[in-house]
């Protein structure tokens, strides 16, 4: 699994997909083809439409927690990318996609709403001193 943080004004953007009821990272499954860093790009322009590149993305850790919605005992590990400021996603609107929802900016106020990963993530970036 690979996620991007896209990371404005001190939150960071999560989505809700289709059918569920709490917040995700823009993200998901590698293809069989693909590494973490291609999978991030595609799946921010599958989910959010922001079109990014390898330059655009920083790594920035792997959480692993227990994945939500799956059978007991079942483990996420997430390689997270943080979008670095100055480039063209910036100027990019993220928009939600035929795949989420939503989109919807949110601080560590909002990781009741969040799956166990999307909870570390959020302790990791307020650590990082990038959300409130």
Known sequence: MSAVLLVRDRRVLMVRARGRDVLYLPGGKA???ETDVQ???READEEIAVRLTAADL???GTV???AHGQAP???VAMALFL???GGTSDSATPVASAEVDEVE???SADADRCPPAGIETLR???IADLVD
């Open 73 to 75: 005992g079942t483990i």
């Open 39 to 41: 999978a991030a790009l």
């Open 58 to 60: 920083e790594p920035f």
């Open 64 to 66: 692993t927690e227990p």
């Open 105 to 107: 900016w949110v601080t």
């Open 31 to 33: 293809e069989p083809h």
């Open 124 to 126: 990791r970036l307020v």
């Open 83 to 85: 979008v670095r400021p």
